[in-house]
């Protein structure tokens, strides 16, 4: 295996909390079982068109309250949206503080215009990794091979050359797929313990 010298980060559920899985079915006529709900988010039209930088946060609102059945306006439904990005989760800025002079450290992210200045800004993301990648901005999804192309030519890195983390199965088999180093965790303490029995982190 290449010498690793970047470290990829997903945002949501590795190093920022977000509720809106747990929370979107308490506004759904009918809410199916929890364990449905991440499927259904991933496939949803409205959010993949609103992730790709498709649509305007109006239209993605009024899209997504439709096609979830939703018992409450776009409006709300927008302000909730918002506020169910809550912010880092424990131990991540001593983890990226303790990483930052030995790798590049990047981010990839499946969001939106919303979610994107508030990791950037409110949760420091901008000051913490020296490159940030947004699905809404460069047009690109995980776990699509040209989502991990984009940062591999943008790094100027081999794929073997960087080590992802995230939270969702697809994606870790995408970037594996695509011959990056990937391992599914949820928040920093999983990642310090991979990093650890890799010989990456003392």
């Not at 295996?1 to 506004?27: C, P, Q």
């Not at 776990?143 to 939270?167: G, H, M, R, S, T």
């Amino acid at each position: 295996m290449s010498e690793i010298k970047a470290i990829l980060f997903d945002v949501g559920g590795v190093l920022i909390n977000f509720e809106g899985l747990n929370k979107v079915s308490n506004f759904m006529r009918n809410a199916p079982d929890t364990t449905d709900i991440r499927s259904r988010w991933i496939a949803s039209p409205a959010i993949i068109s609103f992730e790709t930088g498709k649509l305007s946060k109006e239209e993605f609102a009024a899209q997504f309250v439709e096609e979830w059945d939703l018992q409450i306006t776009s409006r709300q439904f927008l302000e909730l949206f918002v506020a169910w990005l809550i912010g880092p989760l424990p131990g991540v800025d001593a983890l990226l503080g303790e990483l930052q002079n030995h790798f590049t450290l990047a981010c990839l992210s499946n969001t939106n215009e919303l979610h994107w200045e508030i990791m950037l800004g409110g949760c420091g993301l901008r000051e913490q990794m020296h490159h940030q990648y947004s699905s809404h901005l460069i047009g690109k999804l995980k776990p699509d091979p040209a989502a991990f192309n984009f940062v591999c030519k943008d790094l100027e890195l081999n794929p073997d050359q960087i080590i992802f983390f995230d939270d969702g199965a697809e994606n870790i088999s995408g970037a594996q797929q695509f011959g990056m180093q990937a391992h599914k965790v949820h928040g920093p303490h999983e990642i310090r313990e991979k990093l650890v029995e890799l010989d990456l982190l003392g």
